[in-house]
């Protein structure tokens, strides 16, 4: 298979959503932990993006797509219709040796047609004010910052995000 072909396959069964449970961990540990640090990375992956917490939220209407270049799993998305019929972008994270392959590109690319075909007029997403790679790579793609929010998420901890809206 050609090595730069990109596919986002929709996580369905078990094994999937356990694949991207334990991707998860890889990047959140490698990205996030200079951000935010290692105590509030455990708690964060074990609380929205452990097995468990990807079932709850999938039984909630939460979609997850495994994201391929060629044969290798690189990352993963998650999305959400909201209240205002608008697409949440809960999660969009390509593992590190990945990076650099135009693979957000190609993932917003996908997101954008679905939103084409189910008629929702904008993606929104929140992404940690500190986190300056990502926010780079969302403005380039034409999010703007629309809001800013400050989360309790328990444990003593809080999400301190820009929220980003694109419009189409």
């Known amino acids: 298979m050609n090595n730069t072909e990109?596919?986002?396959?929709?996580?369905v069964t078990d094994e999937q959503i356990q694949?991207?449970?334990?991707?998860?961990?890889?990047?959140?540990?490698e990205h996030f932990t200079p951000i935010i640090g290692k105590k509030q990375v455990d708690y964060m992956v074990e609380k929205f993006q452990s097995y468990p917490a990807l079932k709850g939220q999938i039984s909630e209407g939460y979609e997850y797509y495994q994201l391929y270049n060629g044969d290798e799993f690189c990352g993963y998305i998650g999305i959400h219709p909201d209240s205002d019929g608008r697409l949440f972008l809960s999660k969009l994270y390509i593992k590190k040796e990945c990076r650099g392959r135009h693979l957000a590109t190609k993932a917003f690319h996908f997101l954008k047609d679905l939103c084409e075909k189910r008629g929702y007029p904008a993606i929104w997403l929140t992404c940690n004010k500190y986190n300056e790679d990502s926010l780079a790579v969302y403005r380039h793609l034409g999010f703007e910052t629309i809001?800013?929010?400050e989360a309790d998420i328990g444990g003593g901890f809080i999400m301190d995000d820009y929220i980003m809206e694109y419009r189409m």
């Not at 990109?6 to 996580?11: D, E, I, L, Y």
């Not at 694949?19 to 540990?29: D, G, K, P, R, T």
């Open 6 to 11: 990109f596919s986002a396959k929709r996580a």
């Open 147 to 149: 809001d800013t929010q």
């Open 19 to 29: 694949q991207i449970a334990e991707l998860a961990v890889v990047i959140w540990n």
